[in-house]
Every structure is written in C-alpha cells, then in structure tokens.
Nanobody
Framework: QVQLVESGGGLVQAGGSLRLSCAAS????????VDWYRQAPGKQRELVAS???????NYAGSVKDRFSISRDNAKNTVFLQMNALEPEDTAVYYC???????????????WGQGTQVTVSS
C-alpha cells in the first residue's frame, strides 16, 4: 500500500524538542518538494517547512531558527527536528509529498495520517 507514515509526536514541556519522521511506504518520493504542515484546533492547516530533493529548505517565519527539516533520500524519509517548542506549536502535524506511481506513469500527492504534538506551558 502506497502511503506516507508519520511518527515522533508526543507531549513535551515548553522549551523541549521533538523529532518527527515521514516515511514513504510502498513507493518513493518524486523529485517534488516534501512539506510539513500543521493544524491547530479551530485553525486552518498551515505550511511549516518544505525541502526540495536537493535539500534546500524553507520555513514559516514562526518556526524559523527553531525547526529544521532534513531528508534521507536513500531511506525515503523526511525529518522535522523541532527545538525550543512553545505552546503555540501544539497541533497535528502532517507531511505532504508526491510519490511515484508504478510503471513510471507519474506521481500522486499523499497526506500522512498526522501526528499530534502537544507542548505544555
């Protein structure tokens, strides 16, 4: 089954760190960028960080200098290292990526199932 599998969320105190993982299962990442989004209760889903196939990263202003996105292309996995966490970072975090279709017929975007990050004050 082709899917994105996320892991690494949890409960942490303010100032703490977490590392999220997003692994492609049953396929591989396409050359398109891989994105991390988050959605807090009552708010719209927002883009947090993005990384190209070559490793160029971009961040939302609210997480820049605290979060770091990276990837291991050999393992088809993208990571989001989150440091100096704040209660405002509490949300469900999702990865979004285009995975290759079988037979070389292109790619399709998938969402992960989401992983809960809760930061207590």
């Amino acid at each position: 089954q082709v899917q994105l599998v996320e892991s690494g969320g949890g409960l942490v105190q303010a100032g703490g760190s977490l590392r999220l993982s997003c692994a492609a299962s049953g396929s591989a990442f396409s050359p398109s960028p891989v994105d991390w989004y988050r959605q807090a209760p009552g708010k719209q889903r927002e883009l947090v960080a993005s990384i190209t196939s070559g490793g160029t990263a971009n961040y939302a202003g609210s997480v820049k200098d605290r979060f770091s996105i990276s990837r291991d292309n050999a393992k088809n996995t993208v990571f989001l290292q989150m440091n100096a966490l704040e209660p405002e970072d509490t949300a469900v975090y999702y990865c979004n990526a285009a995975l290759l279709l079988r037979g070389g017929s292109g790619s399709r975007y998938y969402w992960g199932q989401g992983t809960q990050v809760t930061v207590s004050s």
